[in-house]
T-cell receptor, first 113, second 114 residues
């Protein structure tokens, strides 16, 4: 089954804890992205990657970290430095970093208590 | 800061009517324009893209682009209750590094009443 798998779907964490969100794809897409969505807001870009072992900061990278060790995987760590981490996190892929035709995973909803 | 503006709505139309969703953008150099549909609690899915001035039709959906006015719209004909969702406008803008970045609007919530 081709697609993008994000896990976990729901996650609760205490303040001050680091959290890692998983994103795996089998679409063979080069570009991968992490977006954050808050209620009533559009999508804001956290990080993106166009090739293995390379990634770029988006508009709101502070308090987040990523890695791209394999083409299929682009995990996002929400660190304790992120001041307001409760949000809906979306992973997306594209055939290249310059495309606007993105495919999204189902999302991970993080709640920090 | 390159911006994409949408009326947040909610926009409410009766079943069978035409729903008109509008979007303006600030980057005059943008060349690619996208409409994503997002059902409540779900992830966005691409429904239309347009690169040239004018209209592009796909089934009940028509995207319209006017680069001179920096305006893009989405028309949904014969609206159905299943079209009730938030519609996100997205525009590709050039970054300082020369790559393109997709900038999203905040979305317009559409409700189609039976």
């Amino acid at each position: 089954d081709g697609g993008i798998t994000q896990s976990p779907k729901y996650l609760f964490r205490k303040e001050g804890q680091n959290v890692t969100l998983s994103c795996e794809q089998n679409l063979n897409h080069d570009a991968m992205y992490w977006y954050r969505q808050d209620p009533g807001q559009g999508l804001r870009l956290i990080y993106y990657s166009q090739i293995v072992n390379d990634f770029q900061k988006g508009d709101i990278a502070e308090g987040y970290s990523v890695s791209r060790e394999k083409k299929e995987s682009f995990p996002l760590t929400v660190t304790s430095a992120q001041k307001n981490p409760t949000a809906f996190y979306l992973c997306a892929t594209g055939t290249s970093v310059n495309t606007g035709e993105l495919f999204f995973g189902e999302g991970s909803r993080l709640t920090v208590l | 800061q390159k911006e994409v503006e949408q009326n947040s709505g909610p926009l409410s139309v009766p079943e069978g009517a035409i729903a008109s969703l509008n979007c303006t953008y600030s980057d005059r150099g943008s060349q690619s324009f996208f409409w994503y549909r997002q059902y409540s609690g779900k992830s966005p899915e691409l429904i239309m893209f347009i690169y040239s001035n004018g209209d592009k039709e796909d089934g009940r959906f028509t995207a319209q682009l006017n680069k001179a006015s920096q305006y893009v719209s989405l028309l949904i004909r014969d609206s159905q209750p299943s079209d009730s969702a938030t519609y996100l406008c997205a525009v590709n803008s050039l970054t300082r590094g020369g790559s393109e970045k997709l900038v999203f609007g905040k979305g317009t919530k559409l409700t189609v009443n039976p």
